[in-house]
């Protein structure tokens, strides 16, 4: 039995070894999590975790950035980082993690989540290219298929057309 729930402050550390443990020991998932903590673009009810008998098994993190199109900031959510332990990857509890973070983030308004990531898991929760929607990327330099958004309400994203991704700070301070 996994269930996910929001995130609590007693859960930081192991949050912390989860992120580590998932991305190979490195720690910039880890510092990322705190980094978006502590800044504006935190979302409590949007940090999520997986638990199982055996305690937390995993992550996702879903914050606020902005599309700017013109001179207007329009705030969508971006996931990031997502990280199941080893140990249980591949039995649904990114599924799970991700449908709460989509039904979460449409219940909160926002227009649509946007992230960077592998082009093969993400379009089965509905993600396209976020060029698709006409949305462009600058602060980081990807391949067209993995900056990737979904619509969390019919032509939500469409009406930004021609509107740049920004990446809060605390994506670049580590
Ligand atoms: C990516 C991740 C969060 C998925 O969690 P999960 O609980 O294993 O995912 P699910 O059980 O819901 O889905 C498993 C599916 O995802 C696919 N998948 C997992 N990692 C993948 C990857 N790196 N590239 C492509 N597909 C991947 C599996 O092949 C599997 O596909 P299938 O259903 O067709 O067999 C997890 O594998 C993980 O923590 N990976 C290490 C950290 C990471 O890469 N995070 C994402 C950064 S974009």
Do not use: C, W
């Amino acid at each position: 039995m996994k269930t996910i729930r929001t995130e609590t402050t007693a859960d930081h550390e192991v949050v912390r070894q989860v992120n580590v443990e998932a991305f190979d020991k490195r720690e910039y998932e880890a510092k990322l999590v705190e980094g978006i903590r502590q800044s504006d673009s935190f979302i409590d009810s949007l940090s999520l975790v997986a638990e199982s008998a055996q305690g937390i098994i995993g992550h996702a993190l879903f914050s606020k950035a902005s599309i700017v199109v013109g001179d207007t900031n329009h705030e969508v959510i971006v996931l990031a980082p997502i990280a199941v332990l080893p140990a249980f990857q591949k039995q649904g509890v990114g599924k799970k993690l991700i449908e709460e973070g989509l039904t979460r983030s449409r219940q909160l308004g926002f227009p649509g989540v946007l992230l960077i990531g592998h082009p093969e898991y993400y379009p089965r929760f509905g993600f396209r290219p976020a060029s698709t929607f006409g949305l462009v990327l600058k602060q980081i330099e990807v391949p067209d298929d993995v900056f990737m958004a979904v619509e969390l309400t019919d032509g939500a994203l469409h009406a930004l057309q021609g509107g740049e991704l920004r990446y809060p700070a605390a994506f670049f301070d580590n």
